[in-house]
């Protein structure tokens, strides 16, 4: 069952990264075109006319680089989504396949993007400053590690609170609680200044509300897709067995 599980995450991933790549194209690529296209400009009011060779080509990076990056991740994303599904499945009460794949979808999205993204958005590629990105890295990856440590303990301290609160009161008391913490992390962390003053701002909300909709379309299509043949594949799998119980 895990085998079959993991097979079908991966081309489920495959499939979302089919749309998500759609997103990124429409939406995406024009910012990044618009990133570059600063750069240049300030290079040339500073003087700076020679360009260093590019070592893989721009229409390169938003056709096959784009597309086997979208590709590798979403089957990535799918193989990992299957393994956390078979995890919940059967501990969330009586939650179904597609009900439980949406929780799924819904708990990792906000764990590994939006907490994140909150902190450290997306900043197009070529404005941010050089000086800090292994400090911007480190901190991005940190946070990371805090939202799906938070998402984890508010699952689990949501689930025992259900028996005493109900599933209403655990929900709101579990979501404030979450809100508290990640929002005292945020109030600690550093924010490195990465974006020159003088970017465009209606670049850099382009681009941010890009990456953030592209994440939303990957983890959505990866939970209603995923969770759609799971039912059926486990309704077929009843079928038989109810059958012959009935014999």
């Given amino acids: 069952m895990m085998r079959s599980l993991l097979v079908r995450g991966m081309l489920v991933g495959l499939a979302a990264a089919a749309v998500a790549l759609l997103i990124a194209w429409i939406y995406g690529e024009p910012q990044v075109g618009h990133a570059i296209a ?47 599904f078979a995890f919940a499945y059967g501990r969330l009460g009586r ?6 794949a949406a929780l799924v979808a819904l708990a990792g999205f906000v764990a590994v993007e939006l907490v994140p993204f909150l902190k450290y958005p997306a ?26 440590l938070a998402t984890t303990a508010a699952v689990i301290v ?20 979450f809100a508290v913490v990640v929002g005292a992390v945020y109030r600690l962390t550093p924010k490195p200044d990465a974006i020159p003053g ?24 990866i939970g209603l897709l995923f969770g ?8 077929r799998r009843r079928s038989p067995a109810a059958a012959h119980a009935a014999a």
């Fill in 95 to 100: 939650l179904g396949a597609r009900p439980t």
């Fill in 38 to 84: 600063f750069e240049d400009a300030q290079a040339h009011a500073h003087g700076a006319h020679e360009h260093e060779p590019e070592v893989v080509s721009r229409t390169v990076q938003k056709t096959t680089g784009l597309i086997t990056a979208m590709a590798v991740y979403g089957v990535a994303l799918g193989g990992l989504f299957s393994i956390a």
């Fill in 158 to 177: 949501c689930l025992r609170l259900v028996p005493r609160l109900g599933v209403w009161n655990a929900t709101i008391a579990t979501a404030a609680g």
């Fill in 198 to 221: 003088h970017f465009p701002a209606t670049v850099l909300w382009d681009f941010r509300v890009a990456s953030l909709g592209i994440q939303l379309v990957l983890w959505a299509t």
């Fill in 123 to 148: 900043t197009p590629p070529a404005v941010g400053n050089p000086d800090t990105i292994g400090s911007r890295t480190t901190l991005y990856f940190g946070m990371v590690a805090l939202g799906l």
């Fill in 228 to 235: 759609h043949l799971t039912e059926r594949a486990f309704a």
